[in-house]
């Protein structure tokens, strides 16, 4: 029989099976009855395949991103912008994955010559869309809580859709190569398009009903006023970088008095679990404000800045690589830090300053740029942008001056000299800098509002900085710990009396552990044996001694403290109202950080 006559039946056949049609399955089959198969005509059919699954998967992305960055409240102009900058690299990916699954598939025609690839093209294609619903389930889950009701239903129905139509793109693709390349005509389909809608259409309902199911994660609206009571004068400081065997061997060895005193009079100290894989801004918000990262918003260290949007894109999951590795060196994309404004939910000392009431919050996380609060904000990396010159340091500005005299003062006068003493001059100055003398500068501040204070929240990273800096041999590192927490353990006296409530929470941060500890004291609290809390308890504790009601977001205070009874109950705390003068800045801050070694 000759080749075109061949053709010709070939065609009839597959226009009989449904294949060929004047639908979108001609954009991928209506070359397959040419007589050729080329390496070029392989490459440009993958590119075909790149090209529509490819768009197809951008799309969902850009959705997916969008939802997630809250863009269709703030930017909906913006995603066609964002589906360009994501649309280059899924189509070539999804067409260096089609040439792998076809140079698998020959391999596998090589071994066993005699199969037809009928079945293999229909397990690549169920595999195809199991693996883009279970992406898109893993990665969006969280996510799609916090949208409304309707959104998450829709957007959960869409998620099979997208998997099914990606499946009929590739099992196209296939059918095409294998008409072209092996000379093979399917006399069936394997699966119906009836069967095909009905699988869609029965996936898409069990998924919107799960969706409907699913508890929300939205945060209601602000609560116009929230009733208080008198309460404690509260405080809480962090310390970052610390082992919890090293604090148990210094404090059992009666170096940390004030600590161990607390701990046995009227404290507790406790036991709580972290991922390993949070970042540092992650979980010291998590411990601030009592609220997960999906809810209180602070999942990274840093965002992204599309070129051609005006929003930095903050939540990006997978697409973390992308704009860092790729569009943030070429320029198609700008670095940005976390700033005070991307925190959705409201910390400690912000709820005990409504009123007026004054407060402190001196080197926190998801602080930068200092907002007004009545009281001080030292925004997070402070001892850097005073130094630099940035004015989103401190808040309120009239203190800037003060603040800056004090920072010059402690850099003329070395924090630590018996550490650094015998140590080579470059590295005893890079601790200095990155880590002793911030620290010091962050104490002095602690101490001098102690007295003036409702709320006091210190974070002390030294011995982090430290420890990431990979500078100093295990031994010496030991020793900056140790006089880190003896240091901390002399301001903790000083401050100790003017409050009525007490957190104290030491982290190992970057050094590893899935553990920290976490002293909590309000003089009456006590347990048999080291109790394990769940880290969101920390801000529970604070906000019940401080006199503010229980939210039912949060998880009730540690029970092996007797707490004031709550002056009502509430649905929410809501989300803080982020300063109109935060801004998109922090050029500077992006610096900081990266010295640090967080970036």
Request: with cysteine.
């Given at each position: 029989?000759?080749?075109?006559?061949?053709?010709?039946?070939?065609?009839?056949?597959?226009?009989?099976?449904?294949?060929?049609?004047?639908?979108?399955?001609?954009?991928?089959?209506?070359?397959?009855?040419?007589?050729?198969?080329?390496?070029?005509?392989?490459?440009?059919?993958?590119?075909?395949?790149?090209?529509?699954?490819?768009?197809?998967?951008?799309?969902?992305?850009?959705?997916?991103?969008?939802?997630?960055?809250?863009?269709?409240?703030?930017?909906?102009?913006?995603?066609?912008?964002?589906?360009?900058?994501?649309?280059?690299?899924?189509?070539?990916?999804?067409?260096?994955?089609?040439?792998?699954?076809?140079?698998?598939?020959?391999?596998?025609?090589?071994?066993?010559?005699?199969?037809?690839?009928?079945?293999?093209?229909?397990?690549?294609?169920?595999?195809?869309?199991?693996?883009?619903?279970?992406?898109?389930?893993?990665?969006?889950?969280?996510?799609?809580?916090?949208?409304?009701?309707?959104?998450?239903?829709?957007?959960?129905?869409?998620?099979?859709?997208?998997?099914?139509?990606?499946?009929?793109?590739?099992?196209?693709?296939?059918?095409?190569?294998?008409?072209?390349?092996?000379?093979?005509?399917?006399?069936?389909?394997?699966?119906?398009?009836?069967?095909?809608?009905?699988?869609?259409?029965?996936?898409?309902?069990?998924?919107?009903?799960?969706?409907?199911?699913?508890?929300?994660?939205?945060?209601?609206?602000?609560?116009?006023?929230?009733?208080?009571?008198?309460?404690?004068?509260?405080?809480?400081?962090?310390?970052?970088?610390?082992?919890?065997?090293?604090?148990?061997?210094?404090?059992?060895?009666?170096?940390?008095?004030?600590?161990?005193?607390?701990?046995?009079?009227?404290?507790?100290?406790?036991?709580?679990?972290?991922?390993?894989?949070?970042?540092?801004?992650?979980?010291?918000?998590?411990?601030?404000?009592?609220?997960?990262?999906?809810?209180?918003?602070?999942?990274?260290?840093?965002?992204?800045?599309?070129?051609?949007?005006?929003?930095?894109?903050?939540?990006?999951?997978?697409?973390?690589?992308?704009?860092?590795?790729?569009?943030?060196?070429?320029?198609?994309?700008?670095?940005?830090?976390?700033?005070?404004?991307?925190?959705?939910?409201?910390?400690?000392?912000?709820?005990?300053?409504?009123?007026?009431?004054?407060?402190?919050?001196?080197?926190?996380?998801?602080?930068?740029?200092?907002?007004?609060?009545?009281?001080?904000?030292?925004?997070?990396?402070?001892?850097?942008?005073?130094?630099?010159?940035?004015?989103?340091?401190?808040?309120?500005?009239?203190?800037?001056?003060?603040?800056?005299?004090?920072?010059?003062?402690?850099?003329?006068?070395?924090?630590?000299?018996?550490?650094?003493?015998?140590?080579?001059?470059?590295?005893?100055?890079?601790?200095?800098?990155?880590?002793?003398?911030?620290?010091?500068?962050?104490?002095?501040?602690?101490?001098?509002?102690?007295?003036?204070?409702?709320?006091?929240?210190?974070?002390?990273?030294?011995?982090?900085?430290?420890?990431?800096?990979?500078?100093?041999?295990?031994?010496?590192?030991?020793?900056?710990?140790?006089?880190?927490?003896?240091?901390?353990?002399?301001?903790?006296?000083?401050?100790?009396?003017?409050?009525?409530?007490?957190?104290?929470?030491?982290?190992?941060?970057?050094?590893?552990?899935?553990?920290?500890?976490a002293l909590l004291w309000n003089g009456e609290c006590e347990a048999a044996a080291r109790p394990q809390i769940d880290p969101r308890q920390v801000a529970s504790a604070l906000f019940r001694a401080a006199g503010l009601p229980q939210s039912r977001e949060l998880p009730p205070p540690p029970d092996f403290c007797r707490w004031p009874a709550p002056p009502g109950e509430v649905t929410t705390y809501g989300e803080r109202a982020a300063s109109a003068g935060a801004g998109e800045?922090?050029?500077?801050?992006?610096?900081?950080?990266?010295?640090?070694?967080?970036?």
């Amino acid at each position: 029989m000759s080749e075109p006559r061949r053709l010709d039946e070939a065609r009839r056949e597959l226009v009989r099976l449904g294949y060929l049609s004047h639908r979108f399955e001609r954009f991928l089959l209506q070359d397959a009855l040419v007589a050729r198969g080329r390496s070029r005509d392989l490459v440009m059919l993958a590119a075909k395949v790149g090209v529509a699954a490819g768009a197809l998967l951008a799309a969902a992305n850009t959705l997916a991103l969008a939802l997630a960055n809250r863009l269709f409240e703030s930017a909906p102009a913006e995603l066609p912008v964002l589906f360009l900058h994501l649309a280059a690299p899924v189509v070539i990916a999804t067409a260096l994955g089609f040439l792998v699954v076809v140079i698998a598939l020959r391999a596998l025609l090589a071994a066993f010559p005699r199969r037809g690839l009928d079945f293999a093209r229909l397990g690549s294609a169920l595999g195809a869309a199991a693996a883009v619903f279970g992406a898109g389930v893993w990665l969006g889950w969280d996510f799609l809580r916090e949208l409304p009701r309707a959104e998450r239903v829709a957007a959960a129905a869409l998620l099979p859709v997208v998997a099914g139509g990606v499946a009929k793109l590739l099992a196209d693709g296939l059918l095409a190569f294998e008409i072209r390349w092996i000379r093979h005509v399917p006399h069936q389909r394997l699966v119906s398009r009836r069967a095909m809608a009905i699988a869609l259409g029965a996936s898409a309902a069990v998924v919107a009903v799960a969706a409907l199911a699913a508890a929300p994660r939205g945060t209601p609206p602000r609560p116009v006023a929230l009733p208080v009571a008198a309460g404690e004068r509260v405080l809480l400081i962090g310390i970052d970088g610390v082992l919890p065997d090293e604090l148990d061997f210094l404090a059992g060895r009666g170096e940390l008095p004030a600590f161990a005193r607390l701990g046995s009079d009227g404290g507790v100290v406790a036991a709580y679990g972290r991922p390993a894989s949070s970042s540092p801004a992650e979980l010291w918000t998590t411990l601030a404000t009592g609220r997960a990262a999906a809810d209180h918003g602070v999942v990274a260290l840093d965002g992204f800045r599309p070129l051609g949007m005006a929003t930095t894109l903050t939540r990006i999951g997978p697409w973390r690589f992308h704009f860092a590795a790729v569009e943030a060196p070429l320029g198609l994309a700008e670095q940005r830090p976390l700033l005070a404004g991307r925190r959705r939910a409201p910390a400690v000392w912000e709820l005990v300053a409504r009123g007026g009431r004054p407060v402190a919050a001196i080197d926190w996380w998801g602080t930068y740029p200092a907002e007004p609060l009545p009281g001080l904000v030292v925004a997070h990396g402070a001892w850097g942008q005073l130094g630099a010159g940035d004015e989103g340091a401190v808040s309120p500005a009239a203190r800037r001056a003060e603040l800056v005299s004090l920072r010059s003062r402690l850099a003329r006068e070395p924090a630590s000299a018996a550490i650094l003493e015998t140590l080579p001059s470059a590295t005893s100055r890079l601790l200095e800098e990155r880590a002793l003398a911030p620290d010091a500068f962050y104490r002095a501040l602690a101490e001098r509002s102690a007295g003036e204070v409702r709320a006091l929240a210190l974070y002390l990273p030294g011995p982090d900085l430290a420890a990431a800096s990979a500078v100093l041999p295990a031994a010496r590192l030991a020793e900056l710990v140790r006089a880190e927490l003896v240091a901390a353990d002399r301001l903790l006296a000083e401050v100790a009396p003017a409050f009525g409530a007490i957190v104290i929470v030491v982290d190992p941060g970057r050094r590893g552990g899935g553990e920290g500890r976490a002293l909590l004291w309000n003089g009456e609290c006590e347990a048999a044996a080291r109790p394990q809390i769940d880290p969101r308890q920390v801000a529970s504790a604070l906000f019940r001694a401080a006199g503010l009601p229980q939210s039912r977001e949060l998880p009730p205070p540690p029970d092996f403290c007797r707490w004031p009874a709550p002056p009502g109950e509430v649905t929410t705390y809501g989300e803080r109202a982020a300063s109109a003068g935060a801004g998109e800045r922090g050029g500077d801050y992006l610096e900081t950080l990266r010295s640090l070694g967080y970036l």
